[in-house]
């Protein structure tokens, strides 16, 4: 058998891309309108280099941290995302992936498994939450997550529903019926091993939410709940506020991107704040978080966990986000990637490339361990930073 060991996060993305059906991948990369923050996400890691030393470099280098109340081994969380049609097994590989490297990961609400299948995988487990009906609801969720045993909260607040993607968006059915698989069989026959899994599994994508329903309620499809969700008035930071009042632990807001609104999250009692975009995938527009996060980190200080989410590639990317002022980093797309070339031992390979390059960087930078990392570790260019709100 071949050596399906990749080197680095774009190995994983090509590999992914030729593994998976174009529909699938198409949603795996996503994106909105053109495409102008999740480019930016990347290139702005980019423009920052590094301050390198040369001798007396130590000789052991320690990443372990502690977030959102969790001891993992390296700083790098799984961040949640939405229906993981790229593997049968889908969360609960990943969750699995995760535990054996020693990390925590957050689950979706919108997920394809059940959180008690997830968690029974990986107890360090974080459930996702958007505001999605009333507050009787919210309330349900959470108890569903508090019985299940999961260990924090995240709210994920940065979504406007935009829509439209110059490259154009991937077909993705409501349910998987007999005529969509009819639809669907010229784009997955030339994906073989791709089919194969599923056929080998007895099982088709059935594109439902099992997290999402309260009061025993039919698993609603993916876009069901996100009408569902897209009818629902947005949140205020009051209901915010209530939505933490009703969890006695750790509580995350994502989505965080102006510095008054971080400073609004700690108001609501957030323990941690995750400066994010939504991966691009929400305005079109949006500065790239790295940009964000010196202003916010300086702003909010020791009052709260600043974790970044997106763009974040390889563990050089991690490195430069702590040394900018975040405790850990989430990843999304390249765990996606990893899945979806190699399962759950794809996933395990982009944790491991990024713990031998965040090893690497210490190094390279004479630090003994990530708390010691500061911007003089970095080469930053003038007028990098973006610095929104007051």
Not at 73 to 83: A, E, F, H, Q, R
Not at 109 to 130: C, H, R, T
Not at 238 to 267: C, H, N, Y
Request: glycine content about 12%; charged content about 20%; aromatic content about 8%.
């Amino acid at each position: 058998m071949a050596n399906k060991w990749f080197e680095t996060v774009a190995v994983a993305q090509r590999r992914a891309k030729k593994h998976l059906p174009a529909s699938v991948y198409g949603a795996v990369i996503g994106g909105a309108e053109a495409g102008h923050t999740i480019k930016d996400n990347i290139a702005a890691f980019g423009e920052l280099g590094f301050a390198p030393l040369t001798a007396g470099l130590p000789a052991t280098r320690e990443m372990a941290t502690n977030v959102m109340g969790q001891d993992i081994s390296l700083p790098v969380l799984i961040s949640p995302t939405g229906v993981q049609a790229v593997h049968p097994d889908g969360e609960v590989a990943v969750a699995r992936a995760a535990a054996a490297r020693g990390t925590a990961m957050g689950l979706s609400s919108f997920a394809s498994k059940p959180i008690e299948d997830v968690i029974a995988a990986n107890p360090k487990l974080f459930f996702q939450m958007y505001w999605v009906g009333g507050r009787d609801e919210m309330q349900l969720r959470m108890e569903r997550a508090r019985k299940a045993g999961a260990v924090g909260i995240i709210v994920t607040l940065d979504w406007s529903f935009s829509f439209g993607r110059d490259w154009g968006s991937p077909r993705i059915p409501e349910k998987m019926t007999f005529q969509e698989m009819l639809r669907q069989a010229p784009s997955v026959a030339v994906r073989p091993a791709y089919l194969y899994q599923w056929l080998r599994n007895g099982v088709v994508p059935d594109l439902t939410v099992p997290n999402l329903p309260v009061g025993g309620a039919p698993a609603p499809t993916f876009f069901g709940a996100y009408g569902q969700w897209a009818g629902t008035t947005p949140p205020s930071w009051e209901d915010v506020a209530w939505l933490r009042s009703q969890w006695t632990g750790p509580f995350m807001v994502k989505g965080i991107t102006r510095i008054d609104e971080a400073k609004r999250a700690i108001d609501a009692g957030a323990t941690a704040i995750s400066v994010s975009n939504h991966g691009g995938n929400n305005l079109d527009g949006t500065p790239a978080t790295i940009r964000l996060l010196p202003d916010i980190a300086t702003a909010v200080g020791d009052q709260v966990e600043v974790l970044l989410d997106g763009g974040v590639r390889r563990g050089g990317d991690v490195v430069k986000a702590l040394a900018l002022g975040a405790k850990a980093v989430l990843i999304g797309r390249a765990y996606l990637w990893g899945l979806g070339a190699n399962g759950q031992a794809g996933v395990e390979n982009v944790l491991d490339l990024m713990r031998s390059s965040i090893d690497a960087c210490l190094l390279g930078l004479g630090r003994s361990s990530i708390s010691e990392l500061t911007p003089d570790d970095l080469v930053i260019p003038p007028g990098f930073s973006r610095r929104l709100g007051h």
